[in-house]
C-alpha cells in the first residue's frame, strides 16, 4: 500500500501547455504539500493545504494552481508551461501543520518541458 | 525566515565506517522540530530520523544517531557502520512549531553521501 501517490511518475510536454499532477495519500493525514526540488536538488514548498486553508509561498506564480477535491488528495495543475518550470515536484502530508510525526513524501514527478 | 545550511555539499566514507553529516539552522524560535530525510537515486525522500527542540536527548534509529546543540543550533546526523546502501542525498530539515503551515519544511542544500566497497 503507497501511503502517499503520484501520477505521472514523469511527465514531457511542451512549453504553453497545461498539464497537471495527481496526489493521493492513505494515510488519513490532515494537511498536504506540494514541494518543488529543482536540477540542483533544492526542495522548497510550493503549497500547504489543511481543512480547506490554502497557504500559498509567495514565491510561486498564479500559473500555479492546487485543486482538493477531498482531504486525501490535492493535485497541481499548471498552466502555460515554461522551460523554467522543469523539476522534479513532490507531494507530501502530514498529520498537523507541524508534521510531528514527520512527513510522508511521494516518490515525485519529473515534469520536463520542452 | 528560518534558514537552513548543510556544509558539507559530498562526503565519502568507506563501508563499515563511521561518518557525521552536519547541520545548522538559524530560528528565533524556541520550539519546533528537526529531520533527516534520505533521498536515494531512486528520488524517494525517506525520513531518517526526527527530533523535538524540547528534548534534550538525542534521538536513536538504529545505526543514525543525531547530536542536537541547540543552544548552538546544530543538528548533525551520525551514520555508524555504514553500509552501501546509505549512499544517497541526505537533508536536514526544519519545522516551525508556531508558524503553522506557511513554511512547511525548511530544507538544507543536501549532502551526498558516498560509501566506498
Known amino acids: 500500500d503507497t501511503a502517499v501517490s503520484q501520477t505521472p511518475k514523469y511527465l514531457v510536454t511542451q512549453m504553453g501547455n497545461d498539464k497537471s499532477i495527481k496526489c493521493e495519500q492513505n494515510?488519513?493525514?490532515?494537511?498536504m504539500y506540494w514541494y518543488k526540488q529543482d536540477s540542483k536538488k533544492f526542495l522548497k514548498i510550493m503549497f500547504s493545504?489543511?481543512?480547506?486553508?490554502?497557504?500559498i509561498n509567495e514565491t510561486v506564480p498564479n500559473r500555479f494552481s492546487p485543486k482538493s477535491p477531498d482531504k486525501a488528495h490535492l493535485n497541481l495543475h499548471i498552466n502555460s508551461l515554461e522551460l523554467g518550470d522543469s523539476a522534479v515536484y513532490f507531494c507530501?502530508?502530514?498529520?498537523?501543520?507541524?508534521?510531528?510525526?514527520?512527513?510522508?513524501f511521494g516518490s515525485g514527478t519529473r515534469l520536463t518541458v520542452v | 525566515a528560518q534558514t537552513v545550511t548543510q556544509s558539507q555539499p559530498e562526503m565519502s566514507v568507506q563501508e563499515a565506517e563511521t561518518v557525521t553529516l552536519s547541520c545548522t539552522y538559524d530560528?528565533?524560535?524556541?520550539?519546533?522540530?528537526l529531520f533527516w530525510y534520505k533521498q536515494p537515486p531512486s528520488r524517494q525522500m525517506i525520513l531518517v530520523i526526527r527530533?523535538?527542540?524540547?528534548?534534550?536527548q538525542n534521538a536513536t534509529e538504529n545505526r543514525f544517531s543525531v547530536n542536537f546543540q541547540k543552544a548552538a543550533k546544530s543538528f548533525s546526523l551520525k551514520i555508524s557502520d555504514s553500509q552501501l546502501g546509505d549512499a544517497a542525498m541526505y537533508f536536514c530539515?526544519?519545522?516551525?512549531?508556531?508558524?503553522?503551515?506557511?513554511?512547511?519544511?525548511?530544507f538544507g542544500k543536501g549532502t551526498h553521501l558516498i560509501i566506498q566497497p
Open positions: 507530501a502530508s502530514s498529520q498537523g501543520w507541524q508534521g510531528i510525526n514527520g512527513y510522508t
Open positions: 494515510l488519513g493525514h490532515d494537511t
Open positions: 493545504y489543511n481543512n480547506k486553508e490554502l497557504i
Open positions: 530560528t528565533s524560535e524556541s520550539d519546533y522540530y
Open positions: 527530533q523535538e527542540a524540547y528534548k534534550q
Open positions: 530539515a526544519y519545522s516551525s512549531i508556531s508558524g503553522g503551515g506557511a513554511d512547511g519544511l525548511t
